[in-house]
Nanobody, 123 residues
Framework: EVQVAESGGGLVQPGGSLKLSCLMS????????IGWVRQAPGKEREGGLC????????YYTDSMKGRFIISRDNAKNEVYLWLTDLKPEDTAVYYC????????????????WGQGTQVTVSS
């Protein structure tokens, strides 16, 4: 079974930081690109960012550049999303996802999704 599962969401004050984790299992492995996608209430899903099997990163959402960092630890089968300088507009459900391919494509089209983890930025 192909699986990814997120953890690490929560409530954080503006300007704060948070680390999200995505655990890969089943057929999902270090050979696959993993993306982080978010969706805020009443808004369209944002592509977020992606890390491929060669540790190269692609950003799909400009507002995340310079504040959000993606990394992976293949020994632990985990991909991380480091959220810094958080703003209220970052409040959303964050999903990790994969299309079971090695690269991060120009337009993400993921086939496998986690259940999501809520991030709320509020004072």
């Amino acid at each position: 079974e192909v699986q990814v599962a997120e953890s690490g969401g929560g409530l954080v004050q503006p300007g704060g930081s948070l680390k999200l984790s995505c655990l890969m299992s089943g057929a999902v492995s270090q050979n696959h690109a993993i993306g982080w996608v978010r969706q805020a209430p009443g808004k369209e899903r944002e592509g977020g960012l992606c890390i491929n099997n060669a540790y190269e990163v692609k950003y799909y959402t400009d507002s995340m550049k310079g504040r959000f960092i993606i990394s992976r630890d293949n020994a632990k089968n985990e991909v991380y999303l480091w959220l810094t300088d958080l703003k209220p507009e970052d409040t959303a459900v964050y999903y990790c996802a994969t299309d079971l391919r090695r690269l991060c494509w120009a337009t993400p089209d993921y086939s496998t999704w986690g259940q999501g983890t809520q991030v709320t930025v509020s004072s």
